[in-house]
């Protein structure tokens, strides 16, 4: 599969190697852009004009790494054998979460525990090893120099 396909869209499947390494890339680059935006905005601070271009490039950078990792997101649960619509209530579940930290902290935790093990059963679970209705079954070894190429990989962007 090609970067482009990978990053950007919603058919086919990955297995747990590759959503690693490309959402680890992804959430790496939304938080170096946003410490440049925090702290262009802090020296920024009172003068209006000129923070437009950096919020524009901000929300920019967040809209295009959020639709990237909602098509890994897609593409794993794919490769789980369920439908790319289960992002609906994960994104809630992470949503509810951010809500409930100013309405009730005990139920924040909880669906952040939740959300947790949500992550964790995407970045952990094997992959259908039979054809679905998403493709083929992928064909990559698990073993610790496969995974150590294929993260590398993925933050260098010389593989696919």
């Avoid at 090893?129 to 079954?137: A, D, I, L």
Wanted: charged share 10%.
């Amino acid at each position: 599969m090609a970067f482009d396909d990978i990053l950007f869209s919603f058919k086919g499947r990955i297995g747990r190697l590759t959503y690693f390494g490309y959402s680890m890339l992804i959430w790496i680059i939304l938080s170096i852009v946003g410490g440049i935006h925090k702290l262009v905005m802090a020296s920024q601070s009172g003068i209006v004009g000129n923070a437009l271009p950096w919020w524009v490039t901000f929300l920019t950078f967040q809209a295009v790494g959020y639709w990237c990792l909602y098509a890994l997101q897609a593409k794993r649960l794919h490769d789980l054998g369920f439908s790319g619509l289960h992002l609906i209530w994960i994104s809630a579940v992470w949503v509810g979460t951010m809500v409930m930290v100013w309405l009730s902290p005990v139920l924040a935790v909880i669906g952040g525990l939740f959300g947790l093990c949500v992550s964790l059963w995407l970045y952990l679970a094997p992959g259908q090893p039979e054809v679905n209705r998403f493709g083929p079954p992928l064909k990559s070894p698990n073993n610790t120099a496969t995974i150590a190429t294929k993260v590398a990989a993925a933050l260098t962007h010389q593989g696919g």
